[in-house]
């Protein structure tokens, strides 16, 4: 009788867990849904206020060096970011205080030296090379240059509330409080106080921009951060971390080329037409992702902390309903794009209905994205970087490689179908990886 009622209580309890579990990945997934929203709305009213406001040529001086500057806080970073979101939920799950210490004070000192010398080099490498005979346009460089620091540090700290399970209240400085300082600083300089504004003025708002952010995201952070890792004395594992966050670097550099090969090449096969025609269209199709992100960013820590406790059983449960949510809001907005693909182009332009094959072809590409749910995430959450590094590079190969042959005789159609093509080869090789390494089916037809 005894082992019948423990057996009841033990099944409340696991209930009861689970319920939080879908309770807050619910709240955190809907809130990083609703930020990224309000997010893209006020980074593209920034866009428009820059372009009335600066002009034609100054706005694409600040558009070229803001490119750098976001391109660099990758290397700036070193891949530490994952890291410190997988590791601090796997010691907080070990109550393991002290190396959550010890990492969050180590990533933030190594990145801190790395970010102000990659800073220092850049300036230095563009003012020996002579890369730009325009004094002002160097001028917007170094601005720009001090900005990375703060940008990289605003990056792990993201990273740590997010493994600490303050998702939401996370991401406010990013989300909300850059864009908005940015639009108000803009809007009042040229429209209350009535000055000109040139693109060294803007990256001098961008810079204060980051610097607040940093400073905003540091107080919530030390608001946030349990008194159990404050009061510990920090312990590191110096060698591990370098050698966990290595592939990790290497993954953010191949996403990256992913990302950036079919507009690049577009520009040097092709012309700006061309590139602007595909620009447009990438847009688009990337507001299929807006879910899958607004689900990873909730769900790192859970997978990182359930693979911890050897819950393999409720990560699948996890994984599955992740995944299922993402590939039917995703079929629901791509099949919007697609049938009303036109009117979306038109938005910008009748000449960018042209662009509506490549639009097709990328909602595809993301659909079958979708279809593998969080596998990349699920692979780096539970130790295996070195997998995800794999199918990733195999991918961006792929993608040069048939950039290269489709671009000359398709132009944006052929980009559309290397992205589609390259991002499923990386969805499956990585789904093929999570079911060899966890024995869990990342995709739509798992059955749970």
Same mark, same amino acid.
């Not at 866009?47 to 060096?65: D, I, M, N, W």
């Not at 490119?67 to 890291?83: D, K, M, R, S």
């Not at 990659?118 to 563009?126: F, H, K, V």
């Not at 938005?347 to 097709?360: D, N, S, V, Y």
């Given at each position: 009788m %005894?082992?019948?009622?423990?057996?009841?209580?033990?099944?409340?309890?696991?209930?009861?867990?689970?319920?939080?579990?879908?309770r807050?990945?619910? =709240?955190s997934?809907?809130g990083?849904?609703?930020? =990224?929203?309000?997010?893209?709305?006020l980074?593209?009213?920034n866009?428009?206020?820059?372009?009335?406001?600066?002009?034609?040529? *100054?706005?694409?001086?600040?558009?070229?060096?803001t490119?750098?500057?976001?391109?660099?806080? /990758?290397?700036?970073?070193?891949?530490?970011?994952?890291?410190l +979101?997988r590791?601090v939920?796997?010691?907080?799950?070990q109550?393991?205080?002290?190396?959550?210490h010890?990492?969050i004070?180590?990533?933030n000192?190594?990145?801190?030296?790395?970010?102000?010398g990659?800073?220092?080099?850049?300036?230095?490498?563009?003012w020996g090379?002579?890369?730009?005979s325009n004094?002002?346009?160097l001028?917007?460089?170094?601005?720009?240059?001090?900005s990375l620091p703060?940008?990289?540090?605003?990056?792990?700290?993201q990273?740590?509330?997010q493994a600490?399970?303050?998702?939401?209240?996370?991401?406010?400085? *990013?989300?909300?409080?850059?864009?908005?300082?940015?639009?108000?600083?803009l809007g009042?300089?040229?429209?209350?106080?009535?000055?000109?504004?040139?693109?060294?003025?803007?990256?001098g708002i961008?810079?204060v921009a980051?610097?607040?952010?940093?400073?905003?995201? $540091?107080?919530?952070?030390?608001k946030?951060?349990?008194?159990?890792?404050?009061?510990?004395?920090? *312990?590191?594992q110096s060698k591990?971390?370098?050698?966990s966050?290595?592939?990790?670097?290497?993954?953010?550099?191949?996403?990256l080329?992913n990302?950036?090969?079919?507009?690049?090449?577009?520009g040097i096969?092709?012309?700006?037409e061309?590139?602007?025609?595909?620009?447009?269209?990438n847009?688009?199709?990337g507001?299929?992702?807006?879910?899958? %992100?607004?689900?990873?960013?909730?769900?790192?820590?859970?997978?990182?902390s359930?693979y911890?406790?050897?819950?393999?059983?409720?990560?699948?449960?996890v994984?599955?309903?992740?995944?299922?949510?993402?590939?039917?809001?995703?079929? %629901?907005?791509a099949?919007?794009?697609?049938v009303?693909?036109q009117?979306?182009?038109l938005?910008?332009?009748? $000449?960018? /209905?042209?662009?509506?094959?490549?639009?097709?072809i990328?909602c595809?590409?993301?659909l079958?994205?979708?279809?593998?749910?969080s596998?990349?995430?699920?692979?780096?959450?539970?130790?295996?970087e070195?997998?995800?590094?794999?199918?990733?590079?195999?991918?961006?190969?792929l993608?040069?490689?048939?950039?290269v /042959?489709?671009?000359? *005789?398709?132009?944006?159609?052929?980009a559309?179908?290397? +992205?589609?093509?390259?991002?499923?080869?990386?969805?499956?090789?990585?789904a093929?990886f999570a079911?060899?390494?966890?024995?869990i089916?990342?995709?739509?037809l798992?059955?749970?």
């Open positions: %005894i082992k019948i009622i423990d057996r009841i209580k033990k099944r409340k309890k696991n209930k009861s867990s689970t319920n939080n579990l879908h807050f990945l619910l =709240k997934a809907t990083t849904f609703g930020f =990224k929203v309000a997010n893209a709305f980074i593209y009213a866009s428009l206020l820059l372009a009335r406001v600066l002009g034609f040529q *100054e706005f694409g001086s600040y558009t070229y060096v490119a750098w500057v976001n391109l660099l806080v /990758i290397p700036a970073v070193l891949g530490l970011e994952g890291l +979101t590791e939920a796997i010691y907080q799950t109550s393991k205080w002290n190396l959550s010890g990492l004070q180590w990533s000192r190594i990145v801190l030296l790395n970010s102000v990659l800073a220092l080099l850049t300036t230095l490498i563009i090379l002579t890369l730009t004094s002002q346009q001028l917007v460089f170094a601005i720009a240059m001090i703060f940008m990289a540090l605003s990056r792990l700290r990273s740590t509330m600490l399970r303050h998702i939401v209240v996370g991401q406010i400085p *990013e989300m909300l409080v850059r864009p908005i300082i940015l639009i108000t600083s009042g300089i040229a429209f209350f106080l009535n000055k000109n504004i040139t693109a060294s003025g803007a990256m961008y810079l980051s610097i607040t952010t940093y400073l905003v995201g $540091e107080w919530l952070l030390r946030h951060r349990p008194k159990s890792i404050k009061q510990a004395l920090p *312990e590191y591990y971390w370098i050698k966050a290595l592939p990790m670097l290497l993954i953010g550099s191949m996403y080329i990302n950036q090969t079919d507009t690049v090449m577009l096969l092709k012309n700006s061309t590139v602007g025609l595909y620009t447009v269209a847009r688009g199709a507001l299929i992702s807006f879910v899958l %992100i607004a689900i990873n960013t909730a769900i790192a820590p859970t997978f990182a359930l911890a406790e050897g819950d393999l059983k409720k990560l699948q449960k994984v599955t309903n992740g995944c299922r949510v993402v590939f039917f809001a995703a079929l %629901i907005i099949t919007i794009l697609m009303f693909g009117h979306f182009l938005l910008f332009g009748a $000449e960018f /209905i042209q662009g509506k094959t490549a639009l097709i990328l595809l590409g993301q079958i994205n979708a279809s593998t749910g596998v990349a995430l699920l692979l780096l959450m539970t130790g295996h070195r997998d995800t590094a794999i199918g990733v590079t195999i991918s961006a190969l993608n040069i490689l048939l950039n /042959i489709l671009i000359p *005789e398709w132009g944006a159609e052929g559309a179908t290397a +992205t589609a093509a390259s991002m499923m080869v990386w969805n499956i090789i990585l093929v079911y060899k390494r966890l024995k089916n990342s995709t739509i798992a059955i749970k």
